[in-house]
């Protein structure tokens, strides 16, 4: 059984100021490489993932329409809309949510939106001052099968979304000029072998990150009481991908890169992303339920 963070620890390691959260409740119910391309399908026989993890718990604050981040809409329709519209069209059936900003608009929108999917909601009641590190260490028990995880604030395909549907993936892209956050090199092999988060003396890796991953049990194992190990020290501003670089490191995170350059996704952080998402998505998707 994994060691598990007592109460007495993550309450001491939280009462410094530089991780200041508290434990929130659970509701129940290198070189430049071409692109893999073997990694851009579907393994005939095998065994489809069919349960989603999605982070939405952020304000979005430099969007700054005020509304919950997945809420904000392209093309007329909310990411979260168009998300769950591409759940339902590659076969998910579950979806787990960690909710924190304005939480009741994503439940309410969930409510009426998508009928097709089982969904938990987790209440991530100290949003405000933790990072996606929190988030997805409060979902450490929820996940009892293999998932894929998902950031709130993409829009893709929803044929992309069906390559990450065989476990142990992640999506990536060619870093371009405009893009920045987390990026990583990728092996002969096609598997990706390190993680830079965000940008070390102006240097990156030659792909960034989709912010999509498909994620065994073993794995998810081996991150979790990783994650245990961060938020017991207090790093809950730090971001989950930290995680994943050590393990990159230590040869733990054998993940098979998909490539996403061949279609359509974007990631709104600002008012500029959405823009140019809204010329990228000119054809909105029939939401759930409409």
């Given at each position: 059984?994994?060691?598990?963070?007592?109460?007495?620890?993550?309450?001491?390691?939280?009462?410094?100021?530089?991780?200041?959260?508290?434990?929130?409740?659970?509701?129940?119910?290198?070189?430049?490489?071409?692109?893999?391309?073997?990694?851009?399908?579907?393994?005939?026989?095998?065994?489809?993932?069919?349960?989603?993890?999605?982070?939405?718990?952020?304000?979005?604050?430099?969007?700054?329409?005020?509304?919950?981040?997945?809420?904000?809409?392209?093309?007329?329709?909310?990411?979260?809309?168009?998300?769950?519209?591409?759940?339902?069209?590659?076969?998910?059936?579950?979806?787990?949510?960690?909710?924190?900003?304005?939480?009741?608009?994503?439940?309410?929108?969930?409510?009426?939106?998508?009928?097709?999917?089982?969904?938990?909601?987790?209440?991530?009641?100290?949003?405000?001052?933790?990072?996606?590190?929190?988030?997805?260490?409060?979902?450490?028990?929820?996940?009892?099968?293999?998932?894929?995880?998902?950031?709130?604030?993409?829009?893709?395909?929803?044929?992309?979304?069906?390559?990450?549907?065989?476990?142990?993936?992640?999506?990536?892209?060619?870093?371009?000029?405009?893009?920045?956050?987390?990026?990583?090199?990728?092996?002969?092999?096609?598997?990706?072998?390190?993680?830079?988060?965000?940008a070390l003396d102006g240097l990156h890796l030659p792909y960034k990150t989709v912010n999509i991953y498909s994620l065994s049990m073993s794995i998810w194992r081996e991150?979790?009481?990783?994650?245990?190990?961060?938020?017991?020290?207090?790093?809950?501003?730090?971001?989950?991908?930290?995680?994943?670089?050590?393990?990159?490191?230590?040869?733990?995170?054998?993940?098979?890169?998909?490539?996403?350059?061949?279609?359509?996704?974007?990631?709104?952080?600002?008012?500029?992303?959405?823009?140019?998402?809204?010329?990228?998505?000119?054809?909105p998707p029939r939401m759930n339920g409409a």
């Open positions: 059984m994994k060691p598990l963070v007592s109460v007495e620890d993550l309450s001491q390691a939280l009462a410094h100021p530089a991780g200041a959260a508290e434990i929130v409740d659970i509701e129940e119910s290198h070189p430049l490489q071409a692109a893999p391309a073997h990694s851009n399908r579907l393994d005939a026989g095998s065994r489809h993932i069919t349960t989603a993890l999605l982070l939405a718990a952020g304000s979005g604050s430099r969007l700054g329409n005020g509304s919950p981040k997945c809420l904000a809409r392209v093309s007329g329709v909310p990411i979260l809309g168009r998300l769950v519209s591409s759940l339902i069209e590659q076969g998910f059936e579950r979806m787990v949510v960690v909710v924190g900003y304005r939480g009741d608009e994503v439940r309410d929108f969930l409510d009426v939106n998508a009928s097709g999917l089982e969904i938990q909601f987790i209440d991530s009641r100290h949003h405000a001052t933790t990072n996606n590190i929190y988030s997805l260490w409060l979902a450490r028990d929820s996940m009892k099968e293999p998932f894929v995880l998902i950031e709130s604030d993409l829009v893709f395909d929803s044929r992309l979304l069906g390559l990450m549907r065989i476990s142990d993936r992640i999506a990536v892209a060619r870093l371009r000029p405009h893009m920045d956050g987390t990026t990583v090199s990728i092996d002969a092999s096609g598997r990706v072998d390190a993680f830079r988060v965000g991150v979790t009481r990783r994650l245990d190990r961060h938020i017991a020290a207090g790093r809950v501003h730090s971001y989950y991908e930290s995680v994943f670089a050590e393990m990159a490191i230590e040869g733990l995170l054998p993940l098979e890169a998909v490539n996403f350059d061949d279609g359509r996704w974007s990631e709104i952080d600002s008012p500029d992303d959405l823009v140019t998402a809204q010329h990228l998505f000119l054809d």
